[in-house]
């Protein structure tokens, strides 16, 4: 993959692994955090929710 750094998150096209913008891989749910697009939670938190309601369902 090549890796444009500093764009943004990517995903590989060979594998669909995505990547964060300084190359750092991805946790396979990090679409499900409800932390994506909002600014009053934390990564920490929306990923503790994001759990919870998997474990819900």
């Known amino acids: 993959m090549a890796r444009h750094r500093g764009d943004g998150d990517q995903c590989c096209p060979a594998c669909g692994q995505w990547f964060n913008a300084v190359g750092q891989r991805l946790r396979p749910d990090w679409i499900a955090n409800p932390s994506l697009g909002n600014e009053d939670l934390d990564d920490l938190e929306g ?11």
């Open 47 to 57: 990923f503790e929710r994001a759990a919870l309601a998997r474990e819900s369902a």
